[in-house]
DNA sequence: TTCGATGCAAAAAGTTTGCAGCGAA
DNA sequence: TTCGCTGCAAACTTTTTGCATCGAA
């Protein structure tokens, strides 16, 4: 099932600003900055603005449709937000990959550990340091 | 051991300006901004300037004796870097706790989804909802 | 028809940088 | 004495907001 079809079925007001994010989102499938959104978006329908983009990302996130990532400097948006899985972070230059870890699901926060918090997902992101990093030296 | 004996025995040359920081990190032992780290140094030493504690901070971070949170807006700094624990956020708020989860020593990234990588920690964060924003109504 | 989404531009928030001078080791 | 840290102010990046208008449902 595919992004937009999630969002009509949340009940998404769709406009044609709103679609080409979408599709921006899902057409690559990995992680985008803002920029980079509006930027692909743009090719699409040249008329969207900047904060347009802005408002349908953070609508998206809010709704739990895509992931907000804010490792670095500028946060990132993961449209495989409906398949659970984890994140590598580059230290040097930022750069995420998806990765499945073995024993995710023996994670748990103990009752005790939950401070009145309603619990609602757990994000883990492995860092390190990228392999162009590493050949770049040090 | 605390951090100041840490940074010394680091080699981190130590001028007044950065031991306030230290000290504010210390003295809290929570998470602060950037700017609440700069208000608390500046009740010490008031002629500090933000710019330095920026310096300050990010180099803390680079040698890994503090960690550095960037869950939303603000980046929140964590003197706590040699205690190993887990952090959960509020998603309306923002506001950090620290948190011990069971099954995190099991938690693994094999070698084939390391994509080159070279290792260096997990950071795990729980996401939900804290009491006060609970009580404020959804 | 209505109410929410949009574009634009300006502002806010957060962070980094350049440079001359100072001071920790 | 030296090299790196500091303050200041300005620049930069990222994100949000106000408001009049437009268009999806």
Redesign the interface.
Known sequence: MDLLERLRDAGWRLTPQRRVVAEALQEVGGHLTAEEVYLRARERLPEVSLATVYNALNELAAMGQVLCL???GAKKYDANAHVPH?H?A??RCGRL?D??????D?????AK???????????????????DC?ARGN
Not at 115 to 121: A, C, K, T, V
Not at 123 to 130: L, Q, S
């Open positions: 804010a490792t670095d984890q590598l580059c230290v990959a990765v499945r870890a073995r024993g995710e023996h994670l748990r926060l103990p550990e939950r401070r009145g918090y309603e619990l609602l997902s757990v994000e883990i992101v492995f860092k390190g340091i990228c392999p590493r």
